[in-house]
Structure formats: structure tokens, C-alpha cells
Nanobody, 125 residues
């Protein structure tokens, strides 16, 4: 089955940091853009950040700009999301997915494939 496997989630206090990773399983993501999405309880899936196949383009939704940083290592088939200054509203399940389309600041889940099962991030005092 071709999908990402996410890891690195956990529970932190506001202001804390987490580093999420996703590794491609069953396919090579070299020619795909990779995005991170999140889904809070009772809400739809929201695009958080995207990185192009080469890594030269990185986009972020407004609410995470200056706090999150996306990167990728094509040699290891992985993408990483460094999350700093976490807030309660960052709580949710975080997913990786891939697209052949260009990255933008509001990735649309409908344009993405190879979804993983997600990793839970909880920010609470």
C-alpha cells in the first residue's frame, strides 16, 4: 500500500515544540509536492504547509507562519514539520500527503494522495 507513515506527535504545553516526520512507504515521493494537513475534533481537514518536490518552494497557512518550518530529505523519502511556539489551536491529528500539483498556502485535500493515518498533537496546559 502506497502511503505515508507519520510520527512525532505528542502532548505539549503552550509554547512548546514538536517535530513531526513522515516517511513514504511503497512509493517514491521524489517528484511529488508534500503537504502537512491537520484535523481538529469536529472540524474539516486543513492544509498547514507544503514543500515542492525540489524543496525550493515552501508555503504555510497564515496561522502557522513564523512558527512552523517544513523540510524534506528525498534520499530518505521523508518530510519533516518543525513546530515551535505551539498554541492550543494547533491541536489535532496531523497528516502527510503528496501531490503532483504546485504548492500553495492553502493546500486542498482533494488534490492530494497517499495519505497516512496521522499522528496526534495535543497542546494543553
Amino acid at each position: 500500500q502506497s502511503q505515508f507513515v507519520e510520527s512525532g506527535g505528542g502532548s505539549v504545553q503552550p509554547g512548546g515544540s514538536l517535530r513531526l516526520s513522515c516517511v513514504a512507504s511503497g512509493f517514491s515521493p521524489d517528484y511529488y509536492g508534500i503537504a502537512w494537513f491537520r484535523q481538529a475534533p469536529g472540524k474539516g481537514r486543513e492544509g498547514v504547509s507544503c514543500i515542492s518536490a525540489s524543496g525550493g518552494v515552501r508555503t504555510y497557512t497564515n496561522s502557522v507562519k513564523g512558527r512552523f518550518s517544513i523540510s524534506r530529505d528525498n534520499a530518505k523519502n521523508t518530510a519533516t514539520l518543525q513546530m515551535d511556539s505551539l498554541k492550543a489551536e494547533d491541536t489535532g491529528v496531523y497528516y502527510c500527503a503528496a501531490t503532483y500539483l504546485y504548492c500553495n498556502e492553502s493546500p486542498d485535500p482533494a488534490d492530494y494522495d497517499h495519505w497516512g493515518r496521522g499522528t496526534q498533537v495535543t497542546v494543553s496546559s
